[in-house]
């Protein structure tokens, strides 16, 4: 296991220990940039009691490592969402972080799927669920969903695992790709409560190849929108809000606590996770403002 400096365990109090405040990870960001920190190789930690195995030089991991947590606004509605007994999909689930962290506090009693078809990624998602004994809660995949089944060449960033996209280029790793509907089909799924899809510009497709399930089951969801992948990709931030509305869902940004109806569709460089939930499944836990 690598020993941090004295400089990097300062940070790393300052970010994971002490308590959060505004533009804390901006912040964080900046002064290890300032100071020159960097943590190179893996490191073994534990957030929230779960064991991770995280590299911080990776933008995917750092987050986590160096504050302690991420994503927190999106957990806490995904919390308010699912129950006991839920189902949920993480569709793009590089090291786990959404499926164990949502598997550990519906005390194991749930049922997730973990898709990354990345090879390495994989691998550590794996590892992850095996290290903290939820095998038999989280079943992961190693799978792209798509509009389609047959398989696609895969193109990766050594900086960062969450920005692994499916392109045309020949080179990069072959992978197997499969649609939601026919994953269903053919594990017998009887439900899906919820699902977050975030596959870097893939997700109208991801979509499109699951009309038949999110028909069924109406699950909420948790999509992210990033122009500049959405369009690398052959589609837009409208054509994916397009499609979701089309399934029958409404679609709110996340403001903190609340969830706000989405009026502008994000078309900016920034990543942007919006939720949609089906006009035909209401769930009377959630946080709105209207």
């Not at 920190?37 to 195995?53: D, Y």
């Not at 798509?146 to 280029?169: K, M, V």
């Not at 790793?173 to 439900?191: K, V, W």
């Not at 054509?239 to 502008?264: H, T, W």
Request: proline content about 4%.
């Amino acid at each position: 296991m690598l020993k941090l400096t004295p400089l990097q365990r300062a940070l790393l109090f300052y970010g994971a220990d002490l308590p959060d405040h505004p533009r804390k990870w901006w912040l964080h960001e900046k002064l290890r940039q300032w100071m020159g920190v960097a943590v190179e190789g893996e490191m073994q930690v534990v957030r929230s009691g779960l064991r991770w195995s995280l590299k911080p030089s990776d933008y995917e991991h750092a987050g986590l490592f160096w504050l302690g947590a991420k994503d927190a606004w999106e957990l806490h509605h995904l919390r308010s969402i699912l129950g006991k007994g839920s189902v949920f999909f993480d569709i793009g689930a590089n090291f786990g972080f959404y499926a164990l962290t949502l598997a550990a506090h519906l005390d194991r009693d749930c049922r997730m799927y973990a898709f990354e078809p990345n090879p390495t990624t994989y691998a550590r998602l794996c590892g992850h669920v095996e290290e903290n004994r939820l095998d038999n809660v989280i079943a992961t995949q190693r799978l792209a969903l798509s509009d389609a089944i047959g398989t696609g060449n895969l193109i990766e960033r050594s900086d960062n695992s969450g920005a692994a996209r499916l392109g045309d280029d020949r080179e990069g790793t072959t992978i197997e790709r499969t649609t939601l509907d026919a994953f269903c089909g053919s594990h017998a799924i009887n439900r899906v409560d919820a699902a977050k899809i975030m596959v870097e510009g893939h997700e109208v497709r991801v979509l499109s190849g699951g009309r038949s399930t999110l028909n069924r089951f109406k699950p909420a969801l948790l999509v992210q929108f990033w122009a500049p992948a959405l369009e690398r990709a052959g589609t837009s931030a409208e054509e994916l809000a397009q499609i979701l509305r089309s399934l029958g869902y409404e679609l709110f940004r996340l403001s903190r606590k609340q969830l706000v109806p989405l009026s502008v569709v994000p078309r900016g460089t920034d990543h942007v996770n919006v939720f949609g939930f089906h006009h035909a499944r209401p769930f009377p836990r959630l946080e709105a403002g209207r």
